[in-house]
């Protein structure tokens, strides 16, 4: 018999409402044929939409036109727009005096932009516990980079940049961190690595993907130099993300894609070729049509989350975690992944195995018997999550193979649980009691691998 208990703690008092969300009314069906609310629990992934966002959205859907590129009304209104959603995203971010913020798709075509806007023969400096995109965009510009290995505290963390950068002295050289951790949840030292890569002389970038949407950034406290982050995971999804911060490399760099937009002339040579002049300032990296629907929508998530309060989000997310990690914490078979230890502050993302069972089975039980989602994995950090599970070389497991069942047996892959601003506590505590029953009483349904993908055998 298992030693965890059915019992819910109360409710805990004065917690704040969710902010409404698009889908929290959405009913899925379970594999019994019923049918129950979703409970989203895999923000980090994709967040779902504001419902702020996507009114504002809406209200200016019939104004939409082109930006930058039209004498007409509607073109001249959507021009302003854009630009005062870059304005929006300045606010949002405490920017210093001269930053800039350029529109992109996502974190991951931001990092990839600034490799390949800093200077030629800068060294990067990453942890190998980085999410992909902080980890590999560099060496893909054909950066040389120097991979530091996970630290198990801040103080490290710290201690370990410190070192690689005295024992490279010379040259233009940058830091790429992340604010919050994708799989752990865990934040990240950003303000005291900051200082110490200043102090040789080296460039900041944060990865804050997952710190956005749980916590106000000040870049003018932070002291960071660049700030990337994706809309979608920011109650905006509508393909649009951010690089904001210093103006000098991105200016001197050539644009990230060529074409209009980021040229401002572009003359035929007498030789036949053609001589272009780019455009300084965010429109340099911005060739093309801009999306302005998603950057209005990241502007009004940006307004929102400033407006609900970033106190209020933050005492409501810590209750949320609270309540998790505390419920989590009396069932025995479960194990919390954590690099900087149990007690190291997180956002509302958390990382976690079963003992004797697969992690995309769990997962997949989770969703086919109770309706709600989390996402099984490596979570595009695989380093990381290879190191938190204590292996070497993980393999994707195959769904229905118990493992691991004997204690100290380690996982090949983990189940992630993430929240935020959307989230009531009714999703957390429904979590739990699935957790627990899985536990004590095993799935009740079977399950096989269909295409890489554990599922819920309904075959007859
Ligand atoms: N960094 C972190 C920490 C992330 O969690 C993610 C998304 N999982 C990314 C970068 C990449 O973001 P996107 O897929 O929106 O480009």
Known sequence: MS????????????????????????????????????????????????????????????????????????????????????????????????????FTR???????????????????????????????????????????????????????????????????????????????????????????????????????????????????????????????KLYAPFGAGVLAGRADWLDAAEPYLAGGGASRTVARQEDGSVAVEWHRGPARHEAGSPNVIGAYAIASACRALTEAG????????????????????AIPEVRVLNLFGAGSARVGVLSFVVRGWNSSHFSAALSAEYGIGVRDGLFCAHPLVRTLLGGEEAAPSECGAPEPSLPGERSLNAIRVSFGAGTPLEHVDRFLAAVRELVTDGARWSYRNEGGRCVADTRR
């Open 3 to 102: 030693s965890t208990t059915a019992f819910t703690a109360p409710a805990p008092v004065g917690l704040a409402e969710p902010l409404p969300v698009l889908g929290a009314e959405v009913e899925v069906p379970l594999v019994s044929g019923e049918k129950v609310g979703y409970a989203a629990l895999d923000y980090a992934a994709s967040a779902p939409a504001l419902r702020r966002v996507w009114e504002d959205v809406a209200a200016y859907a019939p104004y939409y036109g082109s930006v930058h590129r039209g004498a007409g009304y509607l073109s001249q209104l959507s021009t302003d727009l854009y630009e005062q959603s870059r304005q929006a995203v300045t606010d949002f971010l405490d920017l210093r005096e001269g930053d800039q913020v350029v």
């Open 106 to 232: 996502a974190t991951t075509d931001s990092l990839n932009l600034l490799a390949a806007a800093v200077p030629a023969g800068t060294r990067v400096f990453a942890f190998e516990t980085e999410h992909h995109a902080s980890l590999l965009p560099w060496q893909h510009a054909g950066l040389s980079v120097s991979y530091l290995r996970a630290p198990r505290s801040h103080a490290e963390a710290v201690a370990a940049l410190d070192a690689a950068l005295a024992d490279c002295p010379q040259g233009p050289r940058l830091l790429c961190v992340t604010g919050a951790s994708n799989v752990t949840g865990e934040l990240w030292p950003i303000a005291e690595l900051t200082e110490t890569a200043h102090r040789h002389g080296a460039r900041v970038v944060v990865d804050a993907a997952q710190l956005a949407p749980h916590h106000r950034i000040s870049v003018r406290e932070l002291d960071v130099d660049w700030i990337a982050f994706s809309g979608h």
């Open 310 to 329: 970033w106190e209020a989000l933050r005492e409501r997310e810590e209750r949320l975690v609270e309540r998790l990690t505390e419920g989590l914490a």
